[in-house]
């Protein structure tokens, strides 16, 4: 998608306080079923659905659920809260589509899909986010450059 005119935009944003489950809740350092903030976003291009993003944002966070969360989350991390984020675990896979997915981009239930789990962290280590992005499986396309360590 080098063409800004095809870069995908926001066409839904939902944000919600909801008790974090026993994943979740590992992933951010915080007991089972503590309140948190999860956003959901869907980008896309035109109108169609092309990735499904879901936060869930450490509750020391003090974040409201009124933010703008059409930019990138680590910028409204960094921006707004002004803390540093300093590095992302992120992990990918390929996965069948499940119910929420499937009605978030338009496909069949069952319909391959990308997966990239990440945990968002600070300089201390502390995990500000943990998310889970669902890109079409029709739409989508993996780059990775590797390069040899200097001599």
């Given at each position: 998608?080098?063409d800004?005119a095809?870069?995908?935009?926001?066409?839904?944003?939902?944000a919600?306080w909801?008790?974090a489950?026993a994943?979740?809740?590992r992933?951010?350092?915080?007991?089972?079923?503590?309140r948190?903030l999860?956003v959901?976003?869907?980008?896309?291009?035109?109108d169609?659905?092309?990735?499904?993003?879901?936060s869930?944002?450490?509750?020391?966070?003090a974040?409201t659920?009124?933010?703008?969360f059409t930019v990138p989350m680590?910028?409204?991390?960094?921006?707004?809260l002004g803390?540093?984020?300093?590095?992302?675990?992120e992990?990918?896979?390929?996965?069948a589509?499940?119910?929420?997915?499937?009605?978030?981009?338009g496909?069949?239930?069952?319909?391959?899909?990308?997966?990239r789990?990440r945990?968002?962290?600070?300089s201390?280590g502390?995990?500000?986010?943990?998310?889970?992005?669902?890109?079409?499986?029709?739409?989508?396309?993996f780059a990775?450059?590797?390069?040899?360590?200097?001599?």
């Open positions: 998608l080098e800004a095809a870069m995908p935009r926001v066409l839904a944003v939902d919600r909801l008790a489950d994943d979740e809740a992933a951010l350092g915080i007991p089972a079923g503590h948190v999860r959901d976003r869907v980008r896309g291009i035109d169609l659905a092309i990735m499904h993003l879901r869930w944002l450490h509750p020391d966070l974040l659920g009124q933010e703008d680590h910028l409204l991390i960094e921006h707004r803390i540093a984020t300093e590095r992302s675990l992990r990918l896979s390929a996965v589509a499940d119910s929420d997915t499937s009605a978030a981009l496909v069949k239930r069952g319909s391959p899909v990308l997966l789990e945990t968002l962290r600070d201390s502390r995990a500000l986010e943990c998310a889970r992005c669902h890109v079409r499986g029709d739409r989508s396309a990775c450059e590797l390069r040899r360590p200097s001599a």
